[in-house]
């Protein structure tokens, strides 16, 4: 198993895109946050917003993984309404008190990643280690190159942190 998790939603793939391209560069996991509900159309959009705006956090199909198993877990979700996508607030709603250290990732349109970042941190009890925003229209991977590179620096010391416990464990299990 890896020693980083990727755990994201995404609407219409942008967040999606950028969390594959992260998972291919850290070798880490991947899950995505599930809803029962679509959201496509004008009416999902209409929702996401109202969701968003109000505070409400809506049913979601959390990822089956063990969160204490990772060194480090990335989040990402798209800015919606300058926060945090609904169903993002909603895992983070049932996790935040077994979050490992974390580090967040977003895509969005014109505005609002900080105060999305700001949004996640109040709803986590914790900052981030680090932080990454890509427009859409930089998502292709040659348009954001070296702030992805920061974001992987700034993250470094906690993936290495992780690796101690893995090769205690591999040790203990050669004794036994
Ligand atoms: C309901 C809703 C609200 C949004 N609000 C913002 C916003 O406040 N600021 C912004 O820059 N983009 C906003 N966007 C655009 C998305 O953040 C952007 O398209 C993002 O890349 C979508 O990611 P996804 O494809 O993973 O769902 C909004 C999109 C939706 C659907």
Not at 9 to 14: D, E, N, T, V
Not at 105 to 124: E, I, K, N, P
């Amino acid at each position: 198993m890896n020693r980083v998790l990727i755990v994201y939603y995404s609407r219409s793939g942008a967040t999606r895109a950028l969390a594959a391209e992260l998972a291919a560069k850290l070798g880490a996991d991947m899950a995505a946050i599930k809803e029962p509900r679509s959201r496509i159309g004008v009416s999902g959009f209409l929702r996401s917003m109202l969701e968003t705006v109000r505070g409400t956090l809506p049913p979601i199909e959390p990822p089956h993984v063990d969160l204490s198993a990772y060194a480090l877990v990335l989040l990402g979700t798209p800015v919606w309404a300058g926060r945090a996508a609904s169903p993002m607030r909603s895992f983070l709603r049932m996790t935040a008190r077994s979050l490992p250290p974390t580090a967040y990732f977003c895509t969005y349109g014109g505005s609002g990643h900080d105060t999305a970042f700001q949004d996640m941190a109040r709803r986590q009890g914790q900052r981030p280690l680090a932080t990454l925003a890509v427009r859409r229209r930089e998502l292709p991977p040659e348009r954001h190159a070296d702030a992805l590179e920061a974001f992987l620096t700034r993250m470094a010391p906690a993936r290495q942190r992780g690796a101690p416990v893995e090769a205690a464990r591999h040790h203990r299990a050669h004794q036994e």
